[in-house]
């Protein structure tokens, strides 16, 4: 991003410039499609970033549930096993 935008600073500095033989409603819109793809690439990977991190939640949720339900049966047996010994 960072090159990019000093690229697109370096190209814009060019295109204003007096005498400059540069078409700048061209260079304009480009700038104006790179960035564009740029934001909508940062809103995605902010999107993904937030199903990914619910869905870790969700994860460790589920994960918590399954380990208390393993302890729970572990006990279960351990006092189907001692009272059998008896």
Do not use: H, P
């Amino acid at each position: 991003y960072d090159a990019i935008d000093a690229n697109i600073t370096s190209i814009k500095n060019k295109a204003c410039s007096a005498g400059s033989s540069i078409d700048n409603s061209l260079i304009t819109k480009e700038i104006n499609r790179v960035q564009e793809a740029i934001t909508k690439q940062q809103e995605r990977m902010e999107e993904l970033s937030e199903r990914y991190y619910k869905q870790f939640a969700a994860m460790e949720q589920a994960i918590s549930y399954y380990n208390s339900q393993a302890t729970w049966l572990s006990q279960q047996i351990e006092q189907m096993s001692g009272s059998s010994s008896e």
